[in-house]
Every structure is written in structure tokens, then in C-alpha cells.
């Protein structure tokens, strides 16, 4: 991966400050162990959307993965199914979804398979894609929400960052938007295109960007969703905007349970989970980590990864004294909260 | 430039504890976002003394700046206008005030031109230079008062700093003053000054340097100044002073709607502007971020910044659904504060 | 000591977080000095299981310490005793138990030696160890209770950290169970297991590894240890957990002085000890700067670094106007308490 | 000066907790400056035992600044007084007490002349001593009362450092102690000591090093000095001790004005002499800063930083609208107090 690339991939809006604390905020309470209490066996499965899951996450959209690994998305997606992770496919992909479900359908016990939609175009062209995506196999739609205006990362403009010439993108609903901001804010998503498209969509409905709860209790209380993605786009839209693990407990309020809430941006490690779990999360999408693993070894590197994972999960729960997610104990803040990490 | 120059421009007093609590005090509270929301338009602009200023940004008053570039203030001046920023023009500037004036005129569409004043020399000499700024087509004159002893910054001093022979200031009402810091303190200017100015002055007058709120209470009560600049020079004239984002509130409870307030010093980003506005602001001036473009670039690359600046800020007030800087939201504190910057 | 020895000594577990918090918990309370009050002579002795100890701490029990010097886990106990400090072998230890008792039995004024207990086998191979020990001349077994999953540092998994082939291990009980982890989950101690070792073991139990205060309540009530010791294995087994130095108040209120606590984990200066005192810890077990001396002088620096903490401790009781350790004020918390230290 | 030498005079004890905190307590609260309000002329002097003081700052004593620059104590005192700043001669100076007193006779604007006494020897070795200093025209006599046990700093132990053979100390009262640490805390200083030192001093009393509020009460309660200095010894003799802007205050409470109060450790700029003043101290010790100017220019660099020191104290009273040290406002704490710095 060249350096504007990795400034592309790693980078985050203005002065990064949303992208250090995304992970500094799941330190968020100390992990008391309990001794002598380990569980027979531990299961790390999660139910979404109907659905056993043999793991609580999910690789994150990402786009162009052609410039981390050849193997792209189709590396990534093979390495997840494999073991038991979700995979959700980049509207900016660079190998067909077609291509990716077929590879996957294999796998028996891997994790769900999701398409992330970016709304370019017309509403019919988000609805084909979407279809296009059921015929292939995928089990929902994550539309994104909190990116109206995309941006790229401080450091990979200074990179002087562009993508190759002649870059394969084959699942573009339509080209993506061009022209000024103006242009590019008049076709920004609203509030009733979700519900046009939540109408006809002949999948699963997962909004992916929620920060605000009063924006998680509207589409909540408009059930224009099936689950939602707290999210902060890894820092990457916005800099400013509050990290997700501090946003998580306020939308998880507002939601009261009606829908899964998933969550993303700085989980690094996998008592990262547990804590997202403490703090509202169903599952979560994990990004970056899964970038350093293809880059460095292609599917070989991103399943030992996933496996570790699993593992170290697993040890987690063994070491609370919890045979599963479910069974967790509340995070002992009251023992003693650790002080909060500076942004 | 050279190191010397550059220990100048970005250095502070002391242990430059003010200038690094500057950038730092901006990162006040979380921005949550809003999703589906997107205004159709955004408006940047502010009216300021009864004009309508397409950005909340001026140019802050530096001193020297051909040691920066050789195009100096008149390449900042054009290249702020020409982007709809607001120029303030030093006394200490290398570019007759004239020149700087004619040169902006054409800009349709070009933010305020003040002219920052030290009272060198009599009272006499302080009006005479202000009339001829407003000869040339200044708006307005910006009184600095903040500082009565001018320091060289610490690592400025270390690095041996001096102006090279024969430098151009066509700009000084008289010659700065000398001597011993008692002759120089003898010399300070007082409120009485500031009225008399006030009285004569064919300009609005603003006071730049106010950080105490019975400063800015004083300065409202005896309708001394048609606006005040909360600054506190950068951190360059007395180190351990508060940074101006914990002096704004205080001073905008003082003040109490009857005067604009602009504020400066460690602002980095369009998303410290919104944060400026939230805490009592209605403008900003920007310095340093514009001396890294013009060393760097010249008027080109300021132009690049002020139009990046612009659209960066329209896009956060949109991810804010915010339609313009009057339509802003509260930051959500009570959602979850950011836990305090350490100095 | 080669990059990955070193890196499985000094790392820890997930992103090291525990790691770097246990040295930074102990800074808890500023110490106040009291002047012109030198006690005449400074006692720096405690009583431990009936056994006066010339010094509160005890040599932690570390593995492979052949990594790090020749003299490995000899030169570390015969050091420690020639000092007035106690030594913990380790289960993992690269000498024979026997040898290391045969060499410290002429010490006269050595401190505690006790046997580290992993409980690998079955319950029989555990008691015939613990008898080996006995008759070898032990004085107690620490059977470790927060290890039921032993992981690899972060950093020595990364520099591909391995034991060199034949490795010596003379102590062990059975082979280290190996398999899956659902399969060593399987294998794990629990209260019964403790509860049968105690009523046959022939020395005092002490267990090793509490953190949770439930956990140490039930160690009391059912008269299932000598003494315990808080720890959390330096930060090596789940990253995340707290600080030993937040955890010590918690079990030193659930003790209610049952049995003796000592503590273990980022103590790394005698001033460390004082504090760890004042939090309830009866006696403290120093691990990583005894290995930073014996890898860098091996017995020698060892014994050399026990009498400077030795010499340290003294003069820090007279500068705080205590005779002994017993005779500590408080800390004068209310004076006014140090700022918290960041995770 | 060479490494070994740095380290002794720069490091502190244990894990220089202390001597960092020193530093950043001094910024404890923001200084709020007022502006158009500039004195006519500044008055820098302060009254210490009766004695008017052209700045409110004295020179600490200091061992073996021969080791700094060949100019050594001599140098230091003779800069000190031509600047109007006091000075403490150390017992380990490396020139006769009566050399230094006959160089400074001839400045009639010069600071305090005080020697500093490490009670070595018998009770009359002491009073000899201060005899001695009273007939070559020293002013006060300090004694240390806080390194009962004197330690070399980490850094300086781990640098090997030693002194040079045939080091000149001609103003010791006795051979420093040898011995082993009992041996040492045997010859502690005690209060009845000093009760007895006081009867018959020739000079006025100070003590120099305390911290607990506790002992500035019983020195007060007692009469046992004429002035006390809240030092910890630059953080070189107890590491975790806090640092003396945090003690000053307590100290300040329980003195209640009975004698006045100096203050060192960590002032490293003339704001930080305000922040002192405003905690209550009536005059600063200043140390290692000098050391800094001795080493880089011997007498005429220590004599350019007071002098800077001097205007920048000026300005900074200018600048918060101060005619002198006695004029100060209460520091506006309640507008809004800085965040604590971490240790």
C-alpha cells in the first residue's frame, strides 16, 4: 500500500480529534474478572434480524479494497465467511457483488451478508440495486445516512490522494455525484426517501450513521428501519463529532429495544466489544483492524485474525465468568470508574 | 522562510502554555450531527456593522509578512477578498495601506477591510493615520490595546530574531516607541485615549485585546468601541492568560448583545468557527493557518485555503442541519460534555 | 536477553492498557513529609503467616527466567534471601525446586519461600507437588487462580516469541494442557478444586490473582486461603481489567483483615510500596525490575537492587516520620488529593 | 558540563514524579489581564526581615556550581547582586563565605545575602558556622531541615556520578556524615535543635523544606524562625511528595502570617513568581534556571536572565494592571479555574 493510499485508508477529518478518541472511548469502565468461575463451554453466537450469528461482528464497508490487496473484497469476504464473521459489501467495491455471494455460499456456518448502499442517482436506481442484491444472496441494506458530503481524510488530500485511472467500481447504483457543494447537498438524502425505499425494498433495512437519539427515535418511531448502525463514518466525515462509544448509551435510550443496534468506528480489540455490548451494541462492524490484515497477507491474514478474535473473545467471557454475550455481567462502574481519556 | 522568521511567527511567551491552550479550548463540546436533514442551501455569511460579509472570517492583523512571502499583505489582502474573507491590515505591514485598498476594491463580493492600529507617537498621529485609512476605502479601525509592552516570543529570542535592515513600514502613525520598559510603560494607551479616538475617528472603532469581562463592560457601558475582539494576541504578549474560548463566554454574558464580539487566536478549522459561535462569537479572525499558506504558496494558496475553509464550513453547517450560522443548534452538552483539554 | 524474550517479559495482554495503568495507580496520594522528626532507628520488617519477613516484599514468581541470565531463577532466590527479601518459584521455573531451597537454607535473615502452584494434571498431581515442596522446605503454595487461559503478550506474539527446544521445566505437576481453548476452558480450577487442595495441602495457601471483592469475600468465608494476593498477572492476561492499586481498596474492605493481602503488579519503587501499604496490602511481590537486574547483572545486580530498595525504604519512613511500616499516618488525602492519572 | 554532572543537577528522586509536577503546578490558575489600565511605573520590590528587596527573588543555595562553570558561586553571587536579586550561599559551595560576601559589598542595590546550613557535626560546629557568616556580612541563616538523608538523583546513580578528588567545601561545619543509613538518620536533625540554634544564632532563622502544615504551625507556635521556605528540595530528595505550589497554600493557612514565607521548586518564569505571590508566598528561590545561565555564560548570562526576569516581572504586573506585588488582584479562579494538570 503506497503512502497516500494508507493516508486514504487511516486518515480522518480535520484534526483527527473525532479518530484518536473513537478509540480511546471503549476504555470506557474497567473489566472486573471473576476467578474459579470459568463457564463448561462459551458461546460467542449473537441473533440479528432473525438469524444465528456465530460471531458478534461484522467486517465494515469499505471501499476500494483493490488498493490495500489484490484480493479486495473478495479476500475479505472469503476470510469472514470462514470464520463465522459478517461481511458488508462497499457500494465502492471493487469486484461485483455477484462475484462475492457466489464465493461465499459455501461456508455454512458464516456470518450475515450485507450490501452497503450509497444513494447516488434516482430513487429507482437505489431500489434496482437493491434488488440486485437480493437476486445475488444478500440478507439486507445497510443505506448510509451520515455522509451527504464525502470528504477526503486531511492527511490523504495533503497525500495528494486519487484513485488509478480507469478504477472498477461494478456496483454503483448510478455515477457518483459530481459538481459543487450545492449541487452535491440538493441530492442529499431526506427523511422520505428512506421511507420510499424501507416500502419497496425487498430486503432487511439497516440505517448505518445515527449519532443523534432523536434521530434513532424517528426512525424508530416511523419504523423506517429494521436496525441501526451507530457510527461515525471512523472519524472520517466529520471531525468534532462525538466518539460512537459515547454516543451509543444515549441512541441505545432512545431506541427502548424496538430495533438491534449495531455500532462501529475504533473498536481495535475484542474486549472493545464487551464494552460495546455494556453499552448498548448487538454487534459491531469492524474496519480498520481487517485493512492492516489484508494488506499485510491477503484472506490468509484476515481469517487468522478473525480467528484470533474469536478466540480472544471467548477467553474474555471465560475470564468474566460469562458462558456468553447474554450472559455478561453489568461493567462494575460502581467498584471504581476509570477517569475518563482525554479527546 | 527561516528559522528564525518562523520561531517568530508561530512562537509564544513564556512556556507557550497560552498558545498551545489556545487550539486546544476550541475541542469545547461534541458536534452531533443530524442525518436526513441536509438544507436544501447554506448560507456562510454574517453581517458585521451593518454589512453583509459572505464568511464569519477575517484575516487577522500580522506584522512582517514579507518575511513570509514576498508578496506579503497585499497577496493576502487580494486573495481574501477574492474569497469573500475579511482582511485586517497591520500597522506593522510592509505594504502601504493605499495599495492594499485599491487592490481589493474590484472584489464584488470581498468581506470587511479594517486596518489594525498601534498608537505610536501622539493622539494627533493616531487620528491622521486613521483618517487616511479611511481615505483609502478602510471600514474600519481595529485598536489594539492589549498590549502596551510588545514581547518577542520566547524560542524567537533563542533563535536571534531580528528585522532586516532597511525594512518597509509605510503604515506607522509614528515612529514606535523605545527605551526602557518604564519610558515604554509611560507611554501605554488608557481609556481616556480610547474615548478621545472614539470621538474624532471618521471609522468605527473596534478594541482588539479584551479578555476580562469588566474590560468589555466598561468598554459597552461608556460606548467606547462599535465592536471588541476577544484575543489574546496569539499567546505571543503574557503567557498563562486564559485561551480565548474560556474568556468568550464570560465576555458575551458581559456584553450583552450591545456590541458584536469577533475572537481570535488558535482557531485551526472550520469546525472551531461553529464553536466559536456557539460560545458568543459572531466572527472570527484568522492568523497562523493563513502564514502557513502564504510561505507556502503565496495569494494562490490562501485563496485555496479561504475557498476550502468555505466549503468545509458549508458542509459542517449541513452534517448539523443547519441552514446557516444563525440556525445552529446549541451544542448538545447535555448529551454528554468532552472531557476538559488539559493545558 | 534477545527482542522477543524481552517482548514476552515486558508486554501485555491487548493493547497494553493495564500494563501502563498499574505503574501510573500507584501514584495515588501525595506523600507529606514531616521534618525534624527522624524516628532513631527504622524497622522495616512485617509479619507474614507468623514468620517475621526483614523486608515487605517477596521476589514475584516469574517463568523461564533462563531467558533472561544463566543464573535464572537461582541467582534470583539466592539474592533475595541474602537481602532479607522473599522469593516465589515459579511453576515454570528452568531449576529444580529442590536446588533452589538447598541454596537459600544458609541464609539466615532470608525472607519467605514459597512454591507457585499452576494446577496442570489432576488434583493428586497437584498435592504431590505441593508435598515436593514441602519437604523441599517451601513455606507456602501460591496456587495462581486468573490464568485458566494463558496468553502470549501482544508484542511477543507480533516478534514471534517461542521457547527454545528442550527447554528445562523440573517443577511442573503434569504437561501444560494443550488443545483448543473450549478444551482448556474444560480444564479449569474452580472453588471445589481449592477447596480439596486446601484441606490436604501440607503448607498455608495463598491465592494469587483476586481482583474482584466478591471474589476475595468468598476465598474468606469459606476458609479457603492463608492469605491472597491482588494481582492481575502485570497486566498479562486481559487487558482492560484495573489497576491493582484500584482494586486493593475494594478487597481489602471485603477482607475485613481475615487473612493478609499482599498485591503485585507496577510497582516499581519503594515509594510505590508505602502507597500500596496505605491501601491495604500487608506486603508487596516485585516482578519485572528484578528481571531488569538479573538479565543485566544477574545476581549481583539483583542483590544490589534489594539493598537500595532495602536502604530507600528505610529513608522514606523517616522522612514521612515513621518508625515502621505499621507506624505509617495516613495519607493526607485531604490536604489535598492528587489529580488522577489517565489511563 | 559533562553528562554525569547534568544529571546530578537536573534529575530528581525515584521516577521524578516530584520534579515534573513541580513545574506544572505552578499553572494553576489562569492570570485574566486588564487592559487601558496600565500603571505609571512598576514597583518590583518586596520587604523580607525588615529589608527592602529590589525583586522578590533570591538565588537557591546550590552544592558544587564549580562544577558548572570555573566561575561557580562566585559568579552566581556576584550577577545576583548587581541585578538586585538575593542569594543563598549553599554549604557546599565550593568558595569561602567571606570571598562571596566581600564581592557583593559594593553593590548597593543588591537582594539578601543568606547562608545556607547543613547541620554537620556538633550543635556548636553549627553555631560556629553561622558565627562565621555574621562576621563576613551574611543576613540570614538557612537551615535545611528536609534531607535528614541525602540521595543522588536516579539519573545521576545510573550516570556514575562522583565528585572530582581535592574538592574544595571551605565552608563546611564539620565533615559531612558517613556511614550507614542508620548511622546517618542517628545524627537527624530534631526540633530541639533548632529551638537551641535559635537562642543563639547571631542572625535571623529560616527553615528551609517544609511541607506539612503541620510543622509550619509548630514552628510558628514555638517561634523557632524568623521565615520559612516551603521547598522539596527540587523533588531530589522523596520522589510522590507534592509538589510546593500545591503545599503553599496549606502552608500559607497555618502560618496566618506569623513569619513570611518563601516558596521553590519548578518557578521556571516570572509569571510563575505571580502565581506564588497569589498562593500565598511573600518571595521565590530560584534554581536550576540559574544553573542553565551559569553553565551556558557564567556571571554575564546569569546577570542578562535577571535582568530579563525583572522586566518580564514588570510587564506582567503592566499587564494585569498591578503597580506591585502588594497590588495584585486575587486571581480570577472563579471566571473559570484551569484544568489540573496531570502528574
Known amino acids: 500500500m503506497d503512502a497516500a493510499a494508507h493516508a486514504y485508508f487511516f486518515g480522518g477529518a480535520g484534526r483527527e480529534q473525532t479518530l484518536a478518541a473513537n478509540e480511546h472511548a471503549w476504555c470506557k469502565d474497567w473489566l472486573w474478572p471473576r476467578v474459579l468461575a470459568t463457564p463448561a463451554r462459551i458461546d460467542t453466537s449473537v441473533t440479528l434480524l432473525g438469524r444465528r450469528c456465530p460471531t458478534p461482528w461484522l467486517a465494515a464497508p469499505m471501499a476500494h479494497l483493490r488498493l490495500a490487496h489484490p484480493q479486495a473484497e473478495l479476500g475479505l469476504a472469503l476470510a469472514s465467511a470462514a470464520q463465522g464473521a459478517g461481511f458488508v459489501l462497499s457500494t465502492h467495491a471493487t469486484v461485483a457483488l455477484e462475484d462475492v455471494a457466489a464465493a461465499c455460499r459455501s461456508e455454512t456456518e458464516r456470518g450475515p451478508l450485507w450490501f452497503q448502499l450509497y444513494p447516488y442517482g434516482e430513487r429507482e436506481d437505489w431500489l434496482r440495486l437493491a434488488q440486485r442484491a437480493a437476486r445475488a444472496g444478500f440478507e439486507a441494506i445497510v443505506l448510509t445516512v451520515d455522509a451527504p458530503v464525502q470528504q477526503v481524510p486531511t492527511r490523504a488530500r495533503e497525500a495528494g490522494f486519487t484513485l488509478p485511472p480507469a478504477w472498477p467500481q461494478p456496483n454503483l447504483p448510478a455515477p457518483p455525484p459530481r459538481g459543487t457543494l450545492e449541487e452535491l447537498l440538493a441530492q442529499a438524502l431526506h427523511w422520505d426517501d428512506v421511507a420510499w ?25 416511523q419504523s423506517l428501519c429494521d436496525a441501526l448502525i451507530v457510527s461515525n463514518h471512523g472519524g472520517r466525515v466529520l471531525d468534532g463529532v462525538p466518539p460512537t462509544a459515547t454516543a451509543l448509551p444515549a441512541v441505545s435510550a ?3 429495544g424496538r430495533v438491534p443496534i449495531l455500532v462501529d468506528s475504533g473498536l481495535r480489540y475484542p474486549t472493545d466489544v464487551v464494552q460495546a455490548r455494556a453499552l448498548g451494541a448487538h454487534a459491531v ?12 497477507g491477503g484472506a490468509a491474514a484476515v481469517a487468522q485474525l478473525w480467528r484470533r478474535w474469536r478466540d480472544e473473545l471467548a477467553a474474555t467471557l471465560a475470564l468474566l465468568g460469562a458462558a456468553s454475550l447474554d450472559d455478561l455481567p453489568p461493567l462494575h462502574t460502581e467498584l471504581q470508574p476509570m477517569p475518563a481519556p482525554n479527546p
Open 254 to 256: 432512545a431506541v427502548r
Open 285 to 296: 462492524l469492524i474496519g480498520r483492524p481487517l485493512l492492516v490484515a489484508l494488506a499485510s
Open 197 to 221: 425505499l424501507r416500502q419497496r425494498c425487498p430486503l432487511p433495512l439497516i440505517l448505518k450513521g445515527i449519532l443523534h437519539p432523536a434521530d434513532a427515535e424517528r426512525a424508530c418511531a
